[in-house]
């Protein structure tokens, strides 16, 4: 199983950047999936997640520091799964390294930051002011 986070760079404050994150070798339809980050000398913080509502529908959830500029979605295309954050509006204190993450269940361990099943490896997001 792998997760593979891509997207990440240097954008200026306001302006806008989309993060992907590829997961193959498991079948994740069913999966929560979603994002957190980590600025230096911070906790992981949770970010997004969209969760399995029934067949082929999710509903996505947000920390309040991001919701209403923050929007995360997922696809599938050649047997992986694909989780999305498009981030509009970015502000000096979005950035951090960036996270993708999937658990077959959403709930309190999102907010919590874990234990979480599968984890990506970070893109970093550098916001100039």
């Known amino acids: 199983v792998q997760l593979q986070a891509s997207g990440g760079g240097l954008v200026q404050a306001g302006g806008s950047l989309k993060l992907s994150c590829v997961a193959s070798g498991r079948t994740f339809s069913n999966y929560a999936m979603g994002w957190f980050r980590q600025a230096p000398g911070k906790e992981r913080e949770f970010v997004a997640v969209?969760?399995?509502?029934?067949?082929?529908?999710?509903?996505?959830?947000?920390s309040e520091s991001v919701k209403g500029r923050f929007t995360a979605w997922r696809d599938s295309a050649y047997g992986n799964t694909n989780v999305y954050l498009q981030m509009n509006s970015l502000k000096p204190e979005d950035a951090a390294v960036y996270y993708c993450a999937a658990h077959p269940l959403s709930g309190v361990m999102w907010s919590r930051g874990g234990p979480l099943d599968y984890w990506g490896q970070g893109t970093q997001v550098t916001v100039s002011s």
């Open positions: 969209t969760r399995w509502t029934g067949t082929n529908m999710y509903a996505a959830d947000y």
